[in-house]
């Protein structure tokens, strides 16, 4: 039977498996029911996964002809998001909720993983089918330091992402930087405190931050080429506790993302731009940086095989190369090893009211979507062992 027809007659088990995850959604690292549901799925396939990272699953089918060995990855986590989306399948767990739609990657990935598997006779190489917790914050370093890209040796690596930026139907593959690379700050002010009505007496860091905050911003429109989007973000600040008091210290917390290659630059002239200030009103400060997301960038050669294999499933009209966005993803992790391409699907479709953004407490899929990442997952898997 052709692999489309295959998948859309597997459509009702598709939404089953993502229901019952969206219905029982967890948080990073504690994907036990998840994981637990994976493995047993696995198994019955007659396949052995493992446990990896404490809470993924990995698992590896061999065709019966020599060749190379691909990665097909899935995320698990869900958010710290109290669900309002009246779904009669909603989130059993109060203030948890699958947001992003790690819930229907799961599913495809399985049923991709189950028709793949009657397909072993045909498969040259190997396929890994790898699902990866804590995406939310970062989880796929520790997947690669268990050796999830060794033993057999992977060459490709492909996953995917359910979009709300994308209607129903398409699909959106680009060559090179596609999500931005991520890392977050933590900047303490030290001044001098004292009272608020004698201010010459001390060393405002509260005064001092406002002044940082509003220079830095010049970084990325004037320092920055406008065709390399960058942003820096402060997103929290902590100070005082009086009306009449100048505080000892500010405590100020934000991110710096960037999609172009060489914006690990920004850091120095961000550092720059604080010391100076600081020095200038007699004022020290720490700094830290912490990694989220490498920049994700996508090989050409293997997004233009994908490419084809998405035509294949929706028409090459409906694949696009166009969507470039600031979010991040940690799929960026096994690109750094092996050759690959992240995909976004659509599901976003106005006549049914799903509209709402990732992370949104209203946020839901169309389910005709799982059809399509599923058949996507197929043929890029095949695409590449061959390509």
């Known amino acids: 039977m052709e692999i489309k027809q295959q998948v859309a007659n597997s459509a009702n088990e598709l939404v089953s498996l993502y229901r019952d995850f ?84 799961m599913a495809m990935l399985m049923v991709a993983a189950k028709m793949l598997t009657a397909m072993k006779d045909e498969i040259p190489g190997t396929i890994k089918f790898l699902f990866q917790p804590n995406e939310e914050d970062a989880g796929a370093h520790k997947v690669v330091k268990e050796g999830v890209m060794h033993s057999p040796e992977v060459d490709s690596v492909f996953g995917l992402h359910l979009w709300s930026q994308c209607p129903l139907g398409q699909i959106d593959i680009v060559d090179g930087p596609q999500m931005a690379a991520s890392y977050y700050f933590n900047l303490k002010i030290k001044g001098h405190g004292g009272h608020a009505g004698f201010a010459h007496e001390s060393t405002d860091p509260v005064f001092i ?32 506790t009086s009306t009449t008091t100048i505080p000892e210290a500010a405590e100020l917390t934000g991110s710096i993302r960037f999609l172009y290659a060489d914006g690990k630059s920004l850091f120095k002239r961000f550092e720059h731009v604080i010391s100076h200030i600081c020095a200038a009103y ?39 190369t166009k969507i470039r966005t600031m979010a991040g993803e940690d799929f960026s992790e096994y690109l750094a090893h092996a050759t690959g391409t992240f995909a976004f699907v659509g599901f976003n479709n106005s006549k049914k009211g799903i509209v709402y953004p990732h992370h949104h407490p209203k946020f839901t899929i169309d389910e005709d979507a799982l059809v399509i990442g599923t058949e996507l997952h197929i043929r890029a898997a095949l695409k590449l062992l061959k390509g």
């Open 282 to 320: 007699g004022a020290e400060y720490e700094l830290e940086f912490k990694k989220g997301n490498a920049l994700l960038s996508n090989h050409p050669e293997t997004a233009a095989l994908v490419r084809t294999a998405a035509a294949e499933v929706v028409g090459p009209e409906q694949v696009t």
């Open 209 to 240: 931050s406002s002044l940082i905050i509003q220079a830095v911003q010049g970084i990325q429109t004037r320092e920055v080429n406008a065709l390399d989007p960058a942003v820096i973000m402060f997103t929290q600040m902590n100070a005082g």
């Open 22 to 105: 969206h219905t029982h959604p967890e948080l990073g690292f504690k994907e036990y029911r998840s994981q637990k549901k994976i493995i047993d799925y696995f198994t019955n396939l007659g396949l052995k996964p493992r446990k990896i990272a404490s809470t993924g699953v990995v698992a590896e089918l061999k065709g019966t002809k020599p060749g190379k060995t691909v990665l097909l990855r899935s995320d698990m986590d869900a958010l710290p998001v109290t669900e309002e989306t009246g779904l009669s399948f909603a989130s059993e767990t109060f203030g948890i909720m699958h947001a992003c739609g790690h819930d229907g990657h």
